[in-house]
């Protein structure tokens, strides 16, 4: 998600670029994404500076690579080793690269297992909600003393109590909010959306007096940027506004809170050409199908959000989130995941 999705999506909502929620934050910057061996970040490295502080090289996940291999310390760690709960929320698959350079450590973003292995026996985050399987089992999380749900019936029956939640909806990334609005995927309803994971996993982590931190990645803008659609990608776009909504409204008078929404590269090289109006599509031009070295925006609001400004790197992000530390992170990565190689259904290109 770079400058472009964000104004493309406003357009599209309300009529004009810099309308979003995110965007009206006070304080806002622009983020270098290079990695330790490429000026082109894939999401295991931009996430991995993120979450430590530290470069390293495309799909490393938290590892010291360029080095000697050892973990790095992550800020679900920071957090949980000061008595916070923590959450990781996604709408790919729960073991893709972005959650797993928060709660795992691996040379590979390959490694699905033993990503998940270290969710549940190491990191052990009290709210996980993303798509299934991919090393994730039921039995995997209930044995290690979560309880499971796989569906949005499931997920809002949930006590506000609950300690450990495994969300394990559908067998892979999750729907595109496209494909619900058009009706393509009307059979994927019943799977929560993000903005929902993100308000069912606040009721979960605010029951922790301390604070919490919580990680939601809109995970599908980077899939949609692939494709080139701008349909996926403004759709992607508002949902993942959505989600920052409703951590904006439990924040809101707080003033012991950070919120950071950033990306963690752009991809498509879109560039928006002309505004059509509230309920149209921009004009829009994609250069690549890749992703781009071009900087990504940072939104900041709340406890040292002061600290956002001009242009920063990636790993500034990590300081910026806990010198001070704040009693609660949310923390909002527009991600991307390697593509599923299952085919989608076909796809209208209007509405
Ligand atoms: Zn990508």
């Known amino acids: 998600m770079g400058f472009e999705h964000v104004k493309a999506a406003g357009m599209y909502a309300n009529g004009a670029g ?70 990781l929320v996604t709408t790919t698959s729960m073991t893709h690269a972005t959650p797993a350079a928060f709660g795992s450590h691996d040379s590979s973003r390959n490694n699905l297992k033993a990503i998940a292995n270290d969710y549940l026996t190491q990191t052990r985050p009290n709210v996980l909600f993303g798509g299934g399987d991919n090393g994730m089992t039921y039995d995997g999380a209930a044995t290690a003393g979560y309880t499971v749900v796989s569906d949005r019936t499931g997920m809002a029956g949930l006590a ?93 008078g707080r003033n012991d809170t950070l919120i950071l929404v950033t990306s963690d590269h752009e991809t498509g090289g879109l560039e928006v050409l002309g505004n059509n109006g509230p309920g149209s599509f921009p004009d829009a031009a994609w250069s690549t199908f890749g992703h781009t070295g071009i900087n990504v925006p940072v939104y900041a609001w709340g406890d040292n959000a002061v600290l956002v400004s001009g242009v920063m790197d990636n790993t500034d992000l990590y300081h910026v989130a806990i010198v001070p530390e704040p009693a609660s992170l949310l923390l909002f990565i527009a991600g991307g995941a390697i593509l599923a190689s299952r085919p989608r259904p076909a796809r209208k290109n209007s509405l």
Do not use: C
Request: proline share 3%.
């Open 18 to 87: 810099g309308s979003l929620l995110f965007e009206s934050f006070p304080h806002q910057a622009e983020v270098t994404t290079f990695s330790a061996d490429s000026p082109i970040t894939d999401s295991a490295a931009a996430a991995t500076a993120i979450a430590t502080g530290i470069k390293v090289n495309n799909g490393v996940i938290s590892t010291a690579l360029p080095g000697d291999g050892s973990e790095l310390y992550t800020l679900l760690e920071y957090f949980s080793d000061r008595s916070r709960s923590t959450g």
């Open 160 to 252: 506000d109590t609950a300690h450990m939640v495994s969300g394990q909806f559908g067998s892979d990334n999750m729907p595109f909010e496209y494909d619900y609005f058009t009706g393509i995927s009307s059979g994927y309803d019943i799977l929560p959306h993000l903005s929902e994971m993100t308000r069912t996993a606040l009721d979960i982590l605010d029951n922790d007096v301390d604070g919490f931190f919580l990680m939601v990645e809109g995970g599908r803008i980077d899939h949609a940027a692939h494709e080139n659609s701008l349909e996926l990608s403004v759709f992607e776009t508002l949902e993942f506004n959505a989600a920052v909504s409703e951590a904006f409204s439990w924040a809101e």
